[in-house]
């Protein structure tokens, strides 16, 4: 079905959309800008939409949907209180010292797709898949759920045992990629 696939104009005109929006990603959450990012410029909460979690939750949705659920704005480590303002950091850590560490996180990601630092800090593995899709879109298959992943895998025929959400993804993106 993969080689076999045909876009037409509304695929097309979609993925000229997806490519945009993450173009647009890139542009306002290039690398410099995230190695200067505060706290306001990362979390939700403060009611902008122009926040780095904004755009992976809400902005980036079309192209690959993460929602955190019931675990809320806990998935991103910082994040503000709705009904105070305040800040809040999950493991009660100095909300700048913590904001040091998701800096690093981040920027270790976006630079080497490495992803300890992130796991240090207990983010979910589809939340650094998206962060991952986001910036290498051709590296990482939009698909977030481990479920969904296992199902991928069995279709192409991966050994998924022993390897993390990442490592799955991207293997099922390596063997879609293989294919066409």
Not at 93 to 107: C, G, S, Y
Request: charged share 30%; net charge negative.
């Amino acid at each position: 079905y993969i080689k076999e696939f045909k876009t037409n104009e509304e695929i097309q005109k979609l993925n000229k959309q997806s490519e945009e929006l993450l173009n647009e990603f890139q542009e306002i959450f290039n690398l410099e800008n995230i190695k200067k990012i505060s706290i306001e410029n990362y979390a939700l909460g403060s009611g902008s939409q122009d926040s780095f979690c904004y755009w992976i939750e809400r902005e980036l949705a079309p192209i690959c949907k993460f929602s955190p659920g019931g675990a809320g704005t806990t998935v991103y480590g910082i994040s503000y209180k709705k009904d105070s303002g305040e800040i809040r950091v999950d493991n009660n850590e100095d909300p700048k010292t913590f904001m040091v560490k998701v800096r690093q996180a981040l920027i270790e990601i976006i630079e080497t797709k490495n992803f300890d630092k992130a796991r240090e800090l207990k983010f979910w593995y589809s939340y650094i898949i998206k962060i991952l899709h986001s910036y290498y879109p051709n590296d990482y298959f939009p698909v977030l759920s481990k479920e969904h992943l296992k199902i991928f895998a069995k279709i192409f025929n991966i050994e998924s045992k022993g390897l993390n959400d990442i490592e799955l993804n991207h293997g099922i993106t390596i063997n879609i990629n293989n294919d066409i």
